[in-house]
């Protein structure tokens, strides 16, 4: 275990600046009208309603000395002396954020390890020499966050906002995580904007909220590969052109509902609202069926009459993609209960497999193209169907809404 544990001076080859709470970054949260990010001063936009992300944060302030700079909320700006090597990583998608910079091999930790795992080499299934080792990595928040697990990590940055164990762990505080940061290495994240939900008290006057891509710019900024980034988010801007210039008139679209079979409910999501776990519905714009009914926490409950009272057309079954779930078995129960069976999404094979909402940017080509072509089959052509267990399924080239040889060739770094 570290020797630095009680306070000494960290070994690491960089420091975190501003890491206190409050640090140097903006109060306050962005007005729902900004769209527009700038990470080289910790600003950050607000996950409008086509995910814009352009901003300043792949600019990382570099200094003579070689040392450089990145802002995100609620911790503000951090310095770094080097590219970090080994980076703590709890959800999913800072751990796809490492694979698409080039950087996956330094993920050392991963929350719900074997479905998350599992469920990012689908896609990359479809990218050559593209893959993510995942066997063997702990679950960080199995048993909850641990001091000593992080300690023997000993990460060179972590990738979890600090507000999520102060505020979903009693055994956390503020100074706790002060205490890692100036030991081991800084914390950089931003668990809040999924849905825009409220921080831990502590980082509330600090907090921003930020889309996937906005997110993913900071990351780039850390470890230094501000050109990959560019050139897939030229990728992602090209997909979202293609979506938003063939979505039919508001008027002509379906209705949806985003949900997760449970038993005897459905756990709840709304489609268009702001926030990263929207990032693969929102751009597409169905109805939501569920837009009337509220929930307090990130997500929420209906049951099955409320459910056929909301009637969609179409059911995004999230989490359906991954080994979690079985479509087929979700399809059968559904049609086995008496008011699901009278569900039209039901009656019209309308029920799909939906992806994982802790996406990160390459997870988020593939998922907008899935639910683009779920909901609109006239204007993206059918969607295959899902086979549980197996990769993302195969798409001829002249169906596929984005290049996949493309993107492979900027995660292999030869673009």
């Not at 779920?374 to 080239?397: A, K, N, R, T, V």
Request: aromatic content about 10%; proline content about 6%.
């Amino acid at each position: 275990m570290d020797s630095n544990r009680n306070g000494g001076p960290s070994r690491r080859q960089f420091v975190a600046t501003s890491i206190a709470v409050g640090g140097t970054a903006l109060a306050g949260c962005t007005s729902e009208s900004d769209g527009n990010g700038t990470g080289g001063n910790g600003n950050g936009g607000n996950g409008d309603t086509n995910d814009d992300g352009s901003s300043e944060g792949g600019d990382s302030g570099a200094e003579s000395d070689g040392s450089y700079t990145v802002s995100m909320a609620p911790v503000g700006e951090v310095e770094f002396d080097a590219v970090p090597e080994d980076v703590f990583v709890t959800f999913p998608q800072y751990a796809d954020m490492a694979v698409a910079l080039g950087h996956g091999e330094g993920v050392n930790a991963l929350f719900s390890t074997e479905m998350a795992g599992t469920t990012m080499n689908k896609f990359y299934e479809h990218l050559e020499g593209v893959s993510f080792d995942w066997d063997g990595l702990p679950d960080p928040l199995a048993d909850g966050l641990s001091r000593e697990q992080l300690y023997d990590l000993d990460s060179d940055v972590h990738f979890l906002d600090p507000s999520y164990p102060v505020k979903h762990d009693d055994n956390w505080d503020e100074d706790d995580v002060e205490q890692i940061a100036s030991t081991l290495g800084p914390w950089l994240g931003n668990f809040h904007s999924g849905v825009h939900s409220e921080p831990a008290e502590a980082y509330a006057d600090a907090y921003e909220y930020y889309t996937l891509w906005e997110i993913f710019e900071r990351v780039a900024a850390v470890f230094q590969e501000q050109e990959r980034y560019e050139e897939l988010r030229a990728v992602y801007d090209d997909l979202l052109a293609e979506i938003e210039s063939n979505l039919p008139p508001e008027d002509e679209r379906p209705t949806a509902a985003r949900v997760t079979l449970g038993d005897g409910q459905f756990f709840t999501y709304h489609l268009n609202t702001p926030g990263f776990w929207q990032a693969e519905t929102r751009p597409l714009g169905a109805r939501d069926a569920l837009a009337d009914y509220d929930w307090s926490g990130d997500w929420g409950t209906v049951d099955y009459e409320t459910m056929l009272e909301a009637d969609p057309d179409v059911i995004l079954h999230l989490w359906g993609i991954t080994s979690r779930y079985s479509i087929d078995s979700v399809r059968d129960r559904l049609a086995d209960h008496p008011a699901g069976s009278d569900l039209a999404a039901v009656q019209n094979d309308r029920v799909v497999a939906s992806g994982m909402r802790y996406q990160g940017p390459i997870m988020n080509l593939f998922q907008l193209e899935m639910t683009a072509k779920q909901l609109y089959p006239e204007q993206f052509g059918e969607w295959p169907g899902y086979d549980p267990g197996q990769p993302y399924p195969e798409i001829p080239s002249e169906e596929q809404l984005f290049d996949r040889e493309r993107v492979a060739e900027i995660v292999r770094g030869e673009r």
